[in-house]
């Protein structure tokens, strides 16, 4: 063994060290933030309205409706995906130095950066991965971790998703860490999968059947996601990942290849389906119209409460010309 590669190995033990250490302190933090915004949630008043559209997503991912008819389950996966988009958001903030000013220009805190940003999201993909695993396969024994997950949910996960990151991040950050396709294939990722799901959360609290302005609100995100989803999921990943499969042929890097093209017919399946769910909602709500019904219904709703209102107030007034009366 050369001395390079002895330093190489040494590298290699301390950095999967140290993602296995944070894969853990994410996992905890993780936990923490949902089991706060599972009691925010549980305050909100339009927690009525998100429960079955949260349902139908999980649905698409597997979920029987026998563990969906508990609501606690709905609102836990609810607030988990706004937990790990928000850590999405903040690993590429960690990466956008890179992005923006090139590795050069972004210095050595740009660079330290985004190293912390790949370990970061490599130790949420190892933590997501086990965890999902051990509800999936074993759930008697993890019941503490939550319900017993589907099997096409672990395969969309962990095998399509989780796999890209955890067989090329730390390999990539040793020997390609300059990568320009690398970077922006991290960065666009995590900003796609953080913003849209996101704002999918945002968009189940709204009120469609009722309120034209949520109605709006609904068809802009359901827009902004297909925009995004059809760019980052498709344009961009397809580019950069064949730009840099060009790199590892070019330096006759037969491994880094092989690993390549494995991590590339995963994420693509991932992504068309991705594509492919917000193409669907696309088609389904963006020609859609606000019931006049619903219009209807809420204008009689006022009607009602407003004559409810003048009738009470007739009311008080009458009782108090008897009062008056009474005491003249």
């Keep these: 063994m050369s001395a390079m590669d002895a330093i190489m190995l040494q590298h290699s033990k301390l950095l999967i060290a140290v993602v296995v250490s944070l894969a853990a302190v994410t996992g905890c933090l993780v936990e923490l933030v949902k089991k706060q915004l599972i009691s925010w949630v549980d305050r909100q008043p339009w927690r009525l309205r ?32 706004i937990a790990i988009c ?10 956008t130095p890179v992005v923006v000013l090139g590795w ?25 991965s086990v965890q999902v695993t051990l509800r999936t396969f074993f759930p008697v024994s993890f019941k503490c971790l939550g319900v ?23 390999p990539m950050i040793l020997f390609y860490p300059t990568m320009r396709a690398l970077h922006v294939l991290m960065w666009s990722l995590l900003v796609a999968g953080g913003t849209c ?14 309120s034209l302005r949520d109605f709006l609100r609904y068809k802009a995100i359901v827009l902004v996601q297909l925009l995004t989803m059809w760019f980052v999921r498709g344009y961009i990943w397809v580019s950069q990942a064949l730009s840099a499969m060009m790199v590892f042929h070019g330096r006759g890097d037969l491994l880094f290849l092989c690993l390549g093209l494995v991590g590339f017919v995963l994420m693509t399946l991932f992504n068309v389906l991705m594509v492919f769910d917000s193409t669907k909602a696309a ?22 409460e407003m004559k409810a209102k003048q009738h009470t107030e007739g009311l008080r007034r009458v009782q108090a010309a008897k009062v008056v009366l009474a005491a003249q």
């Design 86 to 95: 928000s850590h999405h958001l903040v690993m590429s903030l960690a990466l």
């Design 197 to 210: 799901y996101l704002l999918s959360c945002y968009k189940f609290s709204l009120d469609t059947q009722s």
């Design 283 to 304: 088609v389904r709500w963006l020609p859609k119209q606000l019931h006049k019904q619903s219009h209807g219904t809420k204008l009689a709703c006022q009607e009602k």
């Design 104 to 128: 050069d220009s972004a210095g050595s805190v740009g660079q330290f950066l985004s190293y912390s940003g790949a370990v970061g999201d490599l130790a949420y993909s190892i933590y997501d």
């Design 148 to 170: 017993q997950l589907p099997k096409k949910y672990f395969i969309v996960m962990v095998c399509l998703h989780h796999m890209l990151s955890m067989i090329l991040t730390v």
């Design 50 to 81: 998100m429960i079955p559209l949260q349902r139908n997503m999980m649905h698409n991912f597997g979920y029987s409706k026998s563990t969906t008819a508990d609501e606690t389950v709905i609102v836990d996966c609810y607030c988990f995906v």
